[in-house]
Nanobody, 121 residues
Framework: VQLQASGGGSVQAGASLRLSCVGSGGTFSSYVMGWFRQAPGKEREFVAAISSNGATTYYAASVKGRFTISRDNDKNTVRLQMNSLKPEDTAVYYC???????????????WGQGTQVTVSS
């Protein structure tokens, strides 16, 4: 499956952004979908994941209560609503598809190209 992420941008602290990731070329609804991020000089880190049917979600502690992951299988889309953004949320955000709901990036099979989120104080 091919994944295309979009929606990044530059915002002030406290603002909101919504990232989208559209899948094509596969059975999108079969996959667990995850969002990861990578800041300059840091390793890629888990942000959020959602089960194939959308019933189960999981968040990193650093974003829980501020970010919401959702999906629309009819539109082959997964979204990440990011509220109350902080400068430490600045990173390239990647969507990923896999079979297992996990925080481990290596378990995800397919990756989008990434979209930059920059939060200034």
């Amino acid at each position: 499956v091919q994944l295309q992420a979009s929606g990044g941008g530059s915002v002030q602290a406290g603002a909101s952004l919504r990232l989208s990731c559209v899948g094509s070329g596969g059975t999108f609804s079969s996959y667990v979908m995850g969002w990861f991020r990578q800041a300059p000089g840091k390793e890629r880190e888990f942000v959020a994941a959602i089960s194939s049917n959308g019933a189960t979600t999981y968040y990193a502690a650093s974003v829980k209560g501020r970010f919401t992951i959702s999906r629309d299988n009819d539109k082959n889309t997964v979204r990440l609503q990011m509220n109350s953004l902080k400068p430490e949320d600045t990173a390239v955000y990647y969507c990923a598809a896999g079979w297992t709901m996990t925080v481990t990036s290596g378990a995800y099979l397919y990756w989008g190209q990434g979209t930059q989120v920059t939060v200034s104080s």
